[in-house]
């Protein structure tokens, strides 16, 4: 697998985008936040949840705008990197972040759901930079756990 270094720390870039991470969420059944084998972390999905409060529950398109759902992605991108960063130790040790899938609770035929993850998306490649493109899936779906209006999962290559 090919990797590229990123320049520079990634804990550094957190802080100079005036970005802190929310304490790893608890998980509500039986799964672990994060999975590590060999140089990939597979990192379990997480909602928009913050310190144990969910930020925004509901439906996209319903309770939610477009730029509700980009915040609410943005926070569970926050999330997976909490949970990268306990998997690592720290955030320097990631060469790059190979997918993220996303999941929007939306209301049927909303058409934006590729535009909602894109808070996800974003987010890592402002922390990443080049190293944070990724592949990516993103869905609509009927409900999520705790009613949460986003959930992204994430694989991340760590050296």
């Known amino acids: ?23 790893v ?37 319903v309770e939610h705008d477009l730029d509700a759902g980009i915040a609410a992605a943005r926070i569970c991108a926050l999330n997976l ?3 990268l960063k306990q998997a690592c130790g720290t955030l320097d040790r990631v060469s790059g972040c190979l997918r993220l899938g996303g999941f929007v609770n939306a209301v049927p035929g ?3 759901v590729p535009q909602v993850i894109n ?9 990443f930079g080049a190293c944070g ?7 609509g779906v009927a409900t999520l756990p705790r009613c949460a209006a986003v959930e992204v999962d994430a694989i991340f290559a760590v050296s």
């Open 1 to 23: 697998m090919e990797t590229t270094r990123l320049s520079g720390s990634v804990e550094q870039r957190l802080r100079d985008l005036g970005l802190t991470l929310p304490s």
């Open 25 to 61: 969420p608890t998980p509500i059944a039986h799964f672990v936040p994060h999975r590590r084998h060999g140089d990939l972390v597979f990192l379990a999905g997480q909602i928009c949840e913050w310190n144990g409060e969910v930020l925004y529950r509901g439906k996209i398109g």
């Open 81 to 83: 990197l909490a949970a």
């Open 110 to 112: 909303y058409e934006q």
């Open 119 to 127: 808070g996800a998306s974003d987010l890592i490649r402002s922390v």
């Open 133 to 139: 493109e990724h592949a990516r899936t993103a869905v």
